[in-house]
């Protein structure tokens, strides 16, 4: 399970579809390479949304379909790797090992994890933690970013036109 000590975390209200792919190439103006990314938030709540926006701000072209079968998607964007997966159907984690899931945690691929409740015990520690939840007929998402992001990546969101930071939330 992602560890959630020493971050800093943003809360952010995201109103819609476009607001949540627009906070998706907000992080990829904003995320180093080799960045680990996990999306936690129930069936519906808009992860393959902000994975598709952020894919598409690294300079994807074409659609970002969502790994629930293939379990992972890979992309090659220029001299960047991103590496998109999702673990809903994934029962048991030890599947992952099998796959050799941690090959494409090397430092330097982008790697987006769905559900990484369902990969527990096989995944690095995630530098940026999202997390999102309904609020009326949007969204509430979560960023809890560890210390390995730096300040430079928290100046770079905080100083993005479309996010959007709750006030009086630490
Ligand atoms: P998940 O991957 O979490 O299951 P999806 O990305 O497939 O969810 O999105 C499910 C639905 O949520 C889509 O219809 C999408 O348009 C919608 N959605 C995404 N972001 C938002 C948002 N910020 N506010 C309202 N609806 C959203
Ligand atoms: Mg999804």
């Not at 808009?46 to 926006?53: I, P, S, V």
């Not at 009326?136 to 990546?153: K, N, P, T």
């Amino acid at each position: 399970m992602a560890d959630t000590r020493a971050r800093t975390s943003l809360m952010l209200d995201v109103a819609d579809e476009p607001a949540m792919l627009e906070l998706g190439s907000a992080l990829a103006r904003c995320l180093p390479a080799g960045a680990v990314v996990t999306l936690s938030g129930d069936l519906g709540m808009g992860k393959t949304t902000l994975a598709r926006g952020l894919i598409q701000g690294l300079g994807h072209m074409g659609a970002v379909k969502s790994p629930t079968y293939t379990l992972v998607e890979p992309y090659e964007l220029g001299e960047r790797k991103v590496y998109h997966f999702d673990l809903y159907r994934v029962s048991d984690p030890e599947e992952l090992e099998f796959m050799g899931i941690r090959d494409y945690f090397d430092g330097e691929s982008l790697v987006l994890v769905e559900w990484p409740e369902c990969g527990a015990g096989f995944l690095p520690r995630a530098d940026l933690v999202v997390t999102i939840q309904a609020e009326g007929g949007g969204r509430r998402v979560q960023l809890q970013m560890a210390e390995s992001l730096g300040e430079s990546c928290l100046e770079c969101l905080r100083n993005e036109p479309g996010i959007r930071e709750k006030s009086g939330v630490q």
